[in-house]
């Protein structure tokens, strides 16, 4: 279920879906890289201005799941217009800045985006651009990233599937506002 919170931008509306904190693991697999499974704790939040803001960490998995070492962090604002055209700042920790554009597709929660520009420090490693996919599929928020650098052409490196993270604080609202249940529980799902 997609709740809109009635302080939220209303420019914001088509974003929604994208609220709150998620977690979940995926592959990341990149020529010259190692091929790993890894973890990602996301997260989208507003304060009732025109724009989402975004902070994304990622670190490798070994075989039993447990956390090995950072992989990727990134932060960035999201925004929307009436034609439904999505723009996107980010940085990342090794010294990239992106501009991302793309497109919330009509009818479903799925939007498609492209770097438009990439600034990069000495530091961070060769990168020239980017696509991609972010879609609300049975609850879940997946997406699938590619990338490209002037060796490599165009090509996915990292894909996910997250799950929407509750708070204890959560689970204490939601209890509070379930009204009256049956006793039995039964005669709730007739």
Same mark, same amino acid.
């Not at 799925?110 to 490693?125: C, F, K, W, Y």
């Given at each position: 279920m997609?709740e809109?919170?009635s302080d939220?931008?209303r &420019?914001? #509306?088509?974003l929604?879906w994208l609220?709150?904190?998620?977690?979940?693991?995926g592959?990341t /697999?990149?020529?010259?890289s =190692?091929?790993?499974?890894?973890?990602q704790e996301v997260s989208f939040?507003h304060?009732?201005r025109?724009?989402?803001?975004?902070?994304?960490?990622?670190?490798v998995?070994?075989?039993?799941?447990?956390?090995?070492?950072?992989l990727e962090?990134?932060?960035?604002f999201?925004?929307?217009d009436?034609q439904?055209?999505?723009?996107?700042?980010m940085?990342r920790? &090794?010294? #990239?800045v992106?501009?991302?554009?793309g497109?919330?597709a009509?009818?479903?929660?799925?939007i /498609?985006?492209?770097t438009? =520009?990439v600034a990069?420090?000495?530091?961070?490693?060769p990168?020239s651009?980017?696509k991609?996919?972010?879609?609300?599929?049975?609850?879940?928020?997946?997406?699938?990233?590619e990338?490209?650098t002037?060796?490599v052409?165009?090509?996915?490196?990292?894909s996910a599937?997250?799950?929407?993270?509750v708070s204890p604080?959560?689970?204490?609202e939601?209890a509070?506002?379930l009204?009256d249940?049956?006793d039995d529980g039964?005669a709730?799902?007739k």
């Amino acid at each position: 279920m997609i709740e809109i919170p009635s302080d939220l931008h209303r &420019d914001l #509306v088509p974003l929604a879906w994208l609220l709150g904190n998620w977690a979940g693991a995926g592959v990341t /697999d990149f020529p010259g890289s =190692a091929k790993a499974n890894f973890g990602q704790e996301v997260s989208f939040s507003h304060d009732g201005r025109d724009f989402l803001e975004y902070h994304s960490h990622t670190w490798v998995l070994d075989a039993d799941g447990n956390k090995v070492e950072p992989l990727e962090s990134e932060s960035g604002f999201w925004r929307i217009d009436k034609q439904r055209k999505v723009e996107t700042v980010m940085v990342r920790q &090794d010294g #990239v800045v992106e501009v991302w554009y793309g497109e919330l597709a009509d009818q479903k929660p799925q939007i /498609d985006l492209a770097t438009d =520009a990439v600034a990069r420090t000495a530091a961070s490693g060769p990168y020239s651009g980017g696509k991609r996919l972010y879609g609300y599929v049975k609850g879940d928020l997946m997406w699938v990233g590619e990338k490209q650098t002037p060796e490599v052409p165009l090509r996915p490196y990292m894909s996910a599937q997250l799950k929407k993270v509750v708070s204890p604080e959560d689970v204490a609202e939601m209890a509070r506002n379930l009204g009256d249940l049956p006793d039995d529980g039964i005669a709730f799902f007739k």
